[in-house]
């Protein structure tokens, strides 16, 4: 059965940086997909970014391009979204799964952590 644990979300302030860590059980990493989604309240799910099992990244979200990024760790099985610069907007609810979009059936969902960022 695949797990995926997220962790590391938090309170900060706008110009901060967080890393999220996705650890994944029952699937090696190299072998699949692992996408990163963040969910705002009152919106829907949106994608933020993808790597793909050759370490390319996709990103879904222009507003995070040049702040976010994504790293993977095979030893750990744990992949990690890294957050800079972080601005208000930024503020959801954030996922990963094994899947790069948001509708993509069958994919398997970590239950989120949360990510404020207040001034």
């Known amino acids: 059965q695949v797990q995926l644990v997220e962790s590391g979300g938090g309170l900060v302030q706008p110009g901060g940086s967080l890393r999220l860590s996705c650890a994944i059980s029952?699937?090696?990493?190299?072998?699949?997909?692992i996408g990163w989604f963040r969910q705002a309240p009152g919106k829907e799910r949106e994608g933020v970014l993808c790597?793909?099992?050759?370490?390319?990244?996709?990103y879904y979200t222009d507003s995070v391009k040049g702040r976010f990024t994504i790293s993977m760790d095979n030893a750990k099985n744990t992949v990690y979204l890294h957050m800079n610069s972080l601005k208000p907007e930024d503020t959801a609810v954030y996922s990963c799964a094994t899947v790069c979009r948001p509708n993509t059936p069958g994919g398997a969902w970590g239950q989120g952590t949360q990510v404020t960022v207040f001034s």
């Open positions: 790597i793909n099992t050759r370490g390319g990244i996709t």
């Open positions: 029952g699937l090696p990493l190299g072998f699949h997909t």
